[in-house]
C-alpha cells in the first residue's frame, strides 16, 4: 500500500498506485462490513431493527462508494484523512448501543493512519474512538465501561504503534535499498565506461588483438584483427571469413595447426607466420603470437592473441633477397671469364715470375668471390621461389576440404556427395586457385542435382597427369546448350529455374585450369546428370600472364 503517496500524474484512464491502494484499503473494510450485513441477517437480524446499526454499515457502504469515484490523484495527500475519520464515525455508529460489540473493525482506520501518516493523527483516531467510546458508555452506563475503554484504546493503540514502527522499519529498508541500487548502477556505469575506454585504445593499435576462450571461441576482437580475418567485431564468435594459409598461394594451414586452434589449446607461440586472403582481395602476411591471460575473480583464464601485419617487411625482404639474387647472378658470368682467362695466362710458359705470382693472386680472388655469389644466390633461392614459382601441393587435400565445406550444403539439398581419392595427389600449382576451381565444380554439382541425387568426385594420378572428374545426377545441359556454357553470364533456362548464379564460374575454372597447362571438359545429358573432368600436368608450366608468376 502506498496511500501516503504524492499524487502522481496519471495516464488516462488508469488509476495510480495510491488510488488503488486507498481503494484496496476501503473496500476489504467495506466487505468485511457486508459479510457482517450477511451474518446478522442469518443469525440475528433483530439487529436491524437498532437504527445505528443500520446506519453505520450503510455509511460504510456510502462512504466506499464516494472513496472508489473520488479523484485521489488530483487530492492532497491528507484528504484521505477524511475517509479514515468518516469510517471510525461508521464504525463507532455501528458498534455503540447493540451488545456485540464491532469495535474490532476500527483495527482498519487505526492501521490505516499509522502505516502512512504522523503519530499525532494516529493520537487524532484513538481520541476519536474513546469520544465515541465515552458517548455510547454513557448512554448505557455500567461498572465496567470505564475499563473497557481503557482496554479498547490500550488494545488499539498498540497494534497502531506495533504497524507504525513496522512502517518505518520497511521505509528505512526501501531507503538503504535504494541507495545500494543506485551505488551498484553507479559502479556498473563505471565499469563499462572503463570498458567503453580500453575498447577504444585496442581499437586504436595496428596490431590484431583477440580473446581467446580455452574452449576455442572468441571472446573479443579488435577492429584490426576483425578488418585481417574478416569478422564482425561486434560479434566475434561467427566464422572468420578470410583464410590461413601457409605461404602466398600455398595450401591452407590445417585447422588444428591455425593460430586460434593452438592458442585454445594453450600454446604460447611468438612470430607464427600464416597468410591471409582478405574479404578485400589482399594477400596480407600475419606474425601471430600468443600470450596467456590470467583468469579474473571468476572467469576462467584466456589466451591473448596478437596478429602483426608484416607484408610490407616480408615484401620488402623478398625484394632484398631477390636484387641480390640477381646481382650474383649477373656477376658469376663476368668472374667466370676473369678466372678463364686467368687460366689461360698462366699456361704461358714464358711468364715472369712476379707476373705469374701476379695472375695467380687474381685467379684465387677471383675464385672466392664466384664462391661467395654462389653461396649468396643459394640463400635467396627460397625467397625467390616462394615469390616466382608455384608451391608444391596434394590436390587430394584441396578436395577434401572443399567437399567438406560443402558438406552442410549438400544435406540441406539432400544430395549425397561420394568422395573417391584414394591417393595423395601430389603438384606443382597454385593451391589457392586450384581450391577454387574444385569450390567452383563441387558447388555446381550440388546446386543443380535435385534432391535425393548423388555427387561424386573422383581423382587420380596418371603418370605425370592429375585428373579429377565431378559427376552428378542433376538437371544436365542440352547438346545445344553445351557449347555456351563457359561463355561470361550464359544460363540454361532450366539452371535458372533450379538455382540462382551469375554465370561467371565455369570460365573462370577453364581459365585457371588453362593457365596450369590443364584441360577441362564436360559431358552431359539433359535430365540425366553432367561429367565435369579437369586433367592438370603434375608440374604445371610456369605462368606467362602478368598476375601470375613467370620465373
Ligand atoms: P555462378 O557464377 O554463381 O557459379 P552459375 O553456376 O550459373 O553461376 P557457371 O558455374 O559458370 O555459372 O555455370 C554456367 C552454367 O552452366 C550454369 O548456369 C548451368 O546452366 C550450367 N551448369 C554448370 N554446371 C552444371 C551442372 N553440374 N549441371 C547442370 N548444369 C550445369
Ligand atoms: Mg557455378
Redesign the pocket.
Known sequence: MATGGLADTQALGAPDTRTRSIWLTQLVLAASVVIIGVLVVALRPSLFGVWNFVVGVLAIIVISVATLAAPWSRLPREAVLIVVFLDTLAIGLMASGTELRFGYLWVFPVMWVAMYFPATVLGAVLATIGVILLLDSTNAPDSNSALRIFIVLLSLGFIGITAHLAMRQMRALRRVLQRQAGRLAETLDRRSEQERRTNEILNGVDAGVARVSPGGSVLMVNDAYARLYGLDPRDASQPAKSVEYTGLRGMPVPLSERPLARAARGEIFTDARVWVFTGGGEWRVLSVSSKRLSGLGREDASMLLLAYDVTAITHAQRERERLSAIASHELKHPLTVMIGNADLALEDPDLSPRLRERLETILRASERVLEMTSSMLKSSRTAFEGRESYDDIDMRQIVVDSVDSFRPTASAHDVVIQLDVNEPLPATADGFRMRQVID??V???I???PRDGDVRIAGALDGDTVSLT?S?T????SAE?LPN??TPY???S???DT???????????REIVAAHGGTLT?E?DLGS??T?TVKLPRFAPEKTDAGGKGS
Open positions: 567452383n565444380l558447388s555446381n554439382a546446386k543443380y542435382t565431378v552428378d542433376g538437371i544436365g545441359i546448350d556454357i563457359m550464359f544460363r540454361t532450366t539452371a535458372k538455382a540462382s548464379g551469375t554465370g561467371l564460374g565455369l570460365g573462370i575454372t564436360i552431359s546428370g553432367t565435369v
